[in-house]
């Protein structure tokens, strides 16, 4: 998939991964919406984004992506300002063992809305031209961590349903392509909250093994996943696709024994 003239949707876009990506996506010039709950944060990344790539490129929404109602809106307001829609990147993300039900509803249900309204707008079902979706899980689906089991919940969700989508898809011809990323550590504000007892509450007993863990891994840069994200992307053979990125064998990915009938 050529970038030039495509558009995107970046949940969680304002900061971290999500504005790696963006970055990303405009040096190759594609038009991005940027859909994120921050709005400081946010009006402070699109104006720096406009310096660098010009005024017109991209948007910022306020948005909270469990608010259902509210995201059918940023999905909608991206389509009528810029035409179209091609690819979307679920990537907004939280660690909230103390309020776990909130971090299901962030990392997992509104992954799943968010799929589900990439696909109305994109899915030749609803006579669209077809797109990409590339949904954010963890290195915490492969490596379950005791300091965040309901976070480690939601990353291994996230692949089981992307790879099923991927497979309605297929059998479905909605010529939408859905891929998973699962980068290890990243050097983000995200990571600084394992030190947080209003985030990990009782876990957070566990942060020295947690800390262990990042210095024993090591911890990537957002520019190295954004790297990997768009080859996800780009890459019109990958449906279904699992990418691991870690420091020790950097972006690759998992394989899984094909299924006996
Ligand atoms: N930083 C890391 O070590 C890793 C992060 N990830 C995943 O990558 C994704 C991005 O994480 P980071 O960039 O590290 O986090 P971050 O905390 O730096 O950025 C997340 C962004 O999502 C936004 N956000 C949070 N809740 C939201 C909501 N309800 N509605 C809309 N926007 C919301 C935040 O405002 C923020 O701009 C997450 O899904 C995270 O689980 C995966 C593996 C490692
Ligand atoms: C404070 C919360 C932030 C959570 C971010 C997150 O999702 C990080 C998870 C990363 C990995 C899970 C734990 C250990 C495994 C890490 C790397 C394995 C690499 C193995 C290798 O091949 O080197």
């Known amino acids: 998939m050529a970038l030039r003239g495509k ?4 949940t969680g876009g304002a900061q971290g991964i999500g504005c790696a990506v963006v970055e990303s996506l405009l040096k190759n010039e594609a038009k991005v919406s940027i ?3 921050n709005q400081e944060v946010g009006e402070k990344c699109k104006k720096q984004l406009d310096e660098q790539f010009g005024v017109g490129n ?3 929404i306020q948005c909270d992506v469990t608010d259902a109602a509210k995201l059918q809106e940023a999905f909608q307001s991206t389509v009528d300002q810029f035409g179209r829609l091609d690819i979307v990147i679920n990537n907004a993300g939280i660690n ?4 776990w039900e909130k ?3 962030v990392n997992l249900t509104s992954v799943i809305k968010g799929t589900y309204l990439g696909l109305e707008h994109m899915s030749k079902e609803h006579g669209k031209q077809g797109g990409v979706v590339i949904n954010v899980s963890s290195m915490a689906a492969f490596f379950h961590s005791p300091h965040q089991p309901v976070y480690t919940a ?9 790879r099923a989508m991927a497979d309605a898809s297929e059998h479905g011809d909605y010529g939408v392509r859905i891929n ?3 980068p290890a550590f990243v050097d983000t504000p995200l990571l600084h909250s394992v030190e947080l007892e209003e985030n990990m509450g009782k876990f957070v007993k566990f942060k020295d093994d947690f800390k262990h863990r990042m210095r024993k891994f090591g911890v990537l840069t957002p520019s190295l996943v954004a790297e990997g994200m768009m080859m996800m992307i780009t890459d019109s053979r990958l449906n279904g696709a699992v990418m691991k990125i870690t420091c020790s064998k950097g972006i690759h990915y998992h394989t899984y024994e094909p299924l006996s009938a």
């Open 7 to 10: 558009v995107a949707l970046v």
């Open 154 to 162: 939601t990353k291994h969700g996230v692949i089981g349903f992307s």
């Open 96 to 99: 909230n063992e103390k309020n």
């Open 180 to 182: 998973t990323l699962c």
């Open 35 to 37: 859909v994120d709950l």
């Open 58 to 60: 991209c948007s910022f």
């Open 103 to 105: 971090t299901i509803e």
